[in-house]
């Protein structure tokens, strides 16, 4: 799935996107809208030289990253537990460094220390 994502990323293409997306993924944000969002951050990132190796958050999410002339792009994403696998959530960022970690929208990555504040009454 990681060269899928990452042909969609080099060349968008929507009967692609429809192809691997799960029912959901064109509700959440539509593919035009998808389409103009990655244009606008190649436009930023530059030149893109090649995708790394998907770090798997668990049997359905991972990340890999796309590395650029103006900096490191992140590409997360999750499955669906069908078979075939389904694109449900699909996600390009500029990240800070190569070592920071995207999440589901739902919360923070798995293994990620998570802060809890309490407030005194």
């Excluded at 190796?53 to 990253?65: D, Y």
């Excluded at 696998?85 to 739902?106: I, W, Y």
Aim: with cysteine; charged share 25%; hydrophobic share 35%.
């Amino acid at each position: 799935m990681r060269d899928r994502i990452y042909d969609l990323w080099k060349r968008w293409d929507d009967g692609a996107i429809e192809e691997i997306g799960a029912m959901n993924l064109l509700i959440d944000v539509p593919a035009a809208q998808r389409r103009d969002d990655i244009r606008k951050l190649k436009d930023e990132m530059g030149e893109c030289t090649g995708a790394g190796n998907v770090t798997a958050e668990n049997w359905l999410r991972g990340q890999f990253n796309i590395s650029c002339a103006n900096g490191t792009v992140g590409a997360f994403f999750t499955l669906s537990p069908t078979q075939p696998p389904a694109v449900q959530h699909l996600k390009f960022q500029k990240l800070e460094a190569d070592s920071v970690r995207l999440g589901a929208p739902t919360g923070a990555p798995a293994g990620s220390p998570v802060r809890i504040s309490r407030r005194n009454p």
